[in-house]
């Protein structure tokens, strides 16, 4: 099963779940989870379960390069580019690497064959895995990727689609990719993915193809509000089931509360606000390697995931 833990607000607590939910079934038996870090612009999941990292790819998109001894500036190129990413200036042809998608379509329509493409780097992607003392890379902990995007880079989509290409089973739909290889088949178990905050384009992506969205949020009404912005992506336009984690719980107003009982959206798990889980965050321990007993806890919220696919 696939889960993307999400928040329309940042600083819920959605990597805090996602690291303990994942430490907790690998401990458990559950099979080897498998977490992705797909908060590609800020990737933190590796400072908490410190992981060994044994691959690593640079990840891109294929933008246009123009020969312009074969060019002839009809401009056909940039009429078809949705995206102002080429421009035809009298004998000169601009490419914006930054505004570019990658689709291809000027490759595609230009009359001459003046065009190929080349791979414009953004990021990388690694893989590897962690576990607890003793543990190997075959034998207990879990595995690991994450991907991070190139300082001054506007596109973490393609960064995520990649990522997740590398190293999640089919059937996700396929994705036009310029990284190599293959797709790996990881069997049945659990693949847990932490999404960036908000709604945009890259939680979008984290969430394509995951079988249930499970929200982090506080009891407040800054939380309520993107939570609800959350909602409408996952829920209402993506169809997803949601769960509701409440983090900080006891503070706040019941503001969450309401609106769940309202939408009929369950909420899973409460973890109130505890000085132990705080200082340990601040110091990059697990809440779960903080507060052990939260380990069954977090083994119930599985249970009850798997049951709202
Ligand atoms: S479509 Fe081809 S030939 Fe026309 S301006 Fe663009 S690169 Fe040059
Ligand atoms: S590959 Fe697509 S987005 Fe990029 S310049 Fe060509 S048409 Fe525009």
Redesign the pocket.
Known sequence: MIVTIASGKGGTGKTTVAVSLALSLAADGHGRPLLLDCDVEEPNVALFIRPTLEERREVGLMIPQ?DLEA????????EVCQYHAIA?VGER?LVFPELCHGCGS?TL????G??HEVLHVIGTIERGWAGPPGASVATGGLDFAQGTMNVGEPMAVPIIRQLKQWVIPSPLPPAPSPVEGERERCGDRPIILDASPGTACPVVESMRGADVVLMVTEPTPFGLHDLRLAVEVARDELRLPVGVVINRDGVGDQGVDDYCATEDIPILMRIPLERRIAEGYSEGVPLVEAAPAYRQRFIGLWERLVKLQ
């Open positions: 123009v060019c002839t500036f009809c401009g056909r190129c940039a035809v042809v000027c329509n230009c009359p001459t003046a065009i």
